[in-house]
């Protein structure tokens, strides 16, 4: 009887174990997820030409095993990590080979292409849709917010007439704020000082965003940071601080290794010498 137990016990653990079995995926499938991984890390790293060749990877071993929705993210991680350096050839090759790109994430990264190639009319356009209706809205979720500075920073580039109504509902939120939005509320907030004609306070509010941009080792803000500061500086006819500025702005630009933004400054750099 003792025996018969034994038996029946051993049979049942069997069956248990099989039934919890764990079915190893393939190593084709997680290629590709291991590439992506590499390429986000670097990616934070701001080592963007590296993430650029482990997206590509990623995207040809999607595209080895016709995972659609692997191809799209690894194109989209793509098309960032070649934004950051402003590598617009290589953004337009690979949005251009995306179908059915509709949806918000898509929409608004198309929007900050047009924003970082300079075409500040045509990227608030793209996001008009998408708008956070500030007058009705009491109170804003944590993504609403996220969404109110992207449509603040976009209208008050394009010099849109909403900049004042959208600049005014965000500086409400400043008691939430992190120190990343801090940073950036300051950058808009000379930005609209700027417009306003309040030049010396524009220059005091873009060196507080410097600071709080420093303080996060936030290497591309702090390049837009002294570039716009160099813009600020040049408006107030000092061109020796504008030089200064711009040579701190073309070391990063170096590090990051940012060819276009490089040869932009040194445009600039060469016309407050002449």
């Given at each position: 009887?003792?025996?018969?137990?034994?038996?029946?016990?051993?049979?049942?653990?069997?069956?248990?174990?099989?039934?919890?079995?764990?079915?190893?995926?393939?190593?084709?499938?997680?290629?590709?997820?291991?590439?992506?991984?590499?390429?986000?890390?670097?990616?934070?790293?701001?080592?963007?030409?590296?993430?650029?060749?482990?997206?590509?990877?990623?995207?040809?071993?999607?595209?080895?095993?016709?995972?659609?929705?692997?191809?799209?993210?690894?194109?989209?991680?793509?098309?960032?990590?070649?934004?950051?350096?402003?590598r617009f050839k290589q953004v337009d090759t690979v949005l251009n080979s995306v179908e059915e790109t509709n949806n918000a994430e898509w929409s608004l990264l198309k929007a900050n292409v047009l924003f970082a190639k300079g075409q500040y009319k045509q990227a608030f356009q793209a996001i008009a849709s998408d708008l956070l209706d500030v007058k009705t809205q009491v109170l804003i979720t944590s993504k609403q917010r996220n969404q109110l500075f992207i449509q603040t920073k976009f209208a008050l580039f394009a010099d849109a007439k909403e900049s004042s109504v959208f600049y005014?509902?965000?500086?409400?939120?400043?008691?939430?704020?992190?120190?990343?939005?801090?940073?950036?509320?300051?950058?808009l907030d000379a930005h609209y000082h700027r417009q306003q004609g309040q030049p010396e306070q524009a220059l005091e509010l873009m060196s507080m965003a410097l600071t709080l941009y420093k303080s996060q080792a936030n290497r591309r803000a702090i390049a837009n940071c002294l570039e716009e500061l160099a813009t600020l500086y040049q408006l107030q006819h000092q061109p020796n601080k504008a030089k200064s500025l711009l040579k701190r702005a073309f070391i990063i630009r170096k590090w990051l290794k940012d060819d276009y933004k490089m040869a932009a400054l040194q445009l600039k750099l060469k016309a407050l010498q002449d």
């Open positions: 009887m003792i025996k018969l137990c034994l038996a029946l016990l051993c049979i049942v653990n069997l069956i248990a174990c099989s039934s919890h079995q764990v079915i190893e995926r393939p190593y084709a499938m997680i290629q590709p997820e291991s590439m992506m991984q590499k390429g986000l890390q670097v990616y934070q790293q701001d080592d963007y030409l590296q993430a650029h060749q482990f997206f590509t990877q990623a995207l040809v071993l999607y595209q080895s095993i016709d995972d659609e929705v692997g191809q799209k993210q690894a194109k989209f991680n793509l098309i960032k990590a070649n934004l950051a350096i402003h005014q509902r965000l500086k409400q939120e400043q008691p939430v704020f992190t120190i990343a939005q801090q940073a950036l509320f300051k950058r």
